[in-house]
């Protein structure tokens, strides 16, 4: 799977916000995104996993320096929609593998995740494509994650 | 933010399987996998959001025809990581907006978002690339949301 990948990116630039336990209706995705979308916020990977019970959460991640905003104007719609609480983190990391037809290389997902098991990083968030691998992890493990992620894919420091 | 989606894909190929309420710790996401990746089962989405408590839900999308065989594998491993139980999904559709450069334009997902809602259909999932922003909705609006989303995005058919 090593010639899968081509390389690892590394972004530090990223907050994460959270909206926890949201109501499993259509509408609710709209609603929390475009106050976001209105006041030009980029917002870069949106999370949103199946729900349980009618309720599920719906995170994203933005540049760090739009958090502040983008709290205000999500923690305004969590109270309309009624849910539980807003999250904020401002302590992540997003590491990458990327490369071609990751799909049909299903060791290449099992290969990242226990490079980064292996040395102890926790895995807080994960989204996947069909040319890009992401994990969120803690900030402090970012360049700790690129490098043992050259290693276990076989890539030049640098690539 | 038209000018940015280039094409709406629909993949009605895959089911979905989800392991609730696993340990957010180290190794978790790996021992979930590797099975899978062992068995040469071609996992094409992976979404795992931030956790609550000490606990996360770890989703994955794969072809229909390895539902069975994941399921068992994902099983063996959920007793053992001791996780709440495993969940499986045959009757999902993947609908995706695909175009470059949508983090720079984050009225794209509100406008998908919208137009799916405005239907009355349920985003049961979400995950995002950079070119890519895909749903999972119920399989019967597969063409119903192909042909919104053309619209809301001032596609011709066949996009
Ligand atoms: C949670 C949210 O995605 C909701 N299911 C919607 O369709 O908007
Ligand atoms: C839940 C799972 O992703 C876990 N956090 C891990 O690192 O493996």
Request: with cysteine; aromatic share 6%.
């Amino acid at each position: 799977e090593s010639a899968v990948v081509s390389g690892i990116t590394l972004d530090r630039s990223e907050a994460k916000l959270s909206v926890i336990r949201v109501p499993d209706r259509p509408g609710i995705a709209y609603r929390i995104l475009s106050p976001l979308a209105e006041a030009a916020i980029n917002v870069d990977m949106i999370i949103q996993n199946a729900s349980s019970e009618g309720y599920t959460d719906f995170t994203f991640t933005l540049p760090k320096v739009d958090l502040p905003k983008a709290r205000q104007l999500v923690e305004f719609v969590a109270r309309e929609i009624e849910a539980l609480e807003v999250r904020a983190d401002n302590n992540i990391a997003k590491v990458s593998a990327v490369g071609t037809g990751m799909k049909n290389h299903p060791g290449v997902a099992a290969r990242m995740f226990k490079a980064l098991a292996d040395e102890n990083i926790n895995i807080q968030m994960i989204s996947t494509s069909e040319i890009r691998i992401s994990c969120v992890i803690e900030a402090k493990y970012g360049e700790l994650a690129v490098r043992i992620l050259h290693e276990a894919f076989n890539l030049a420091n640098g690539a």
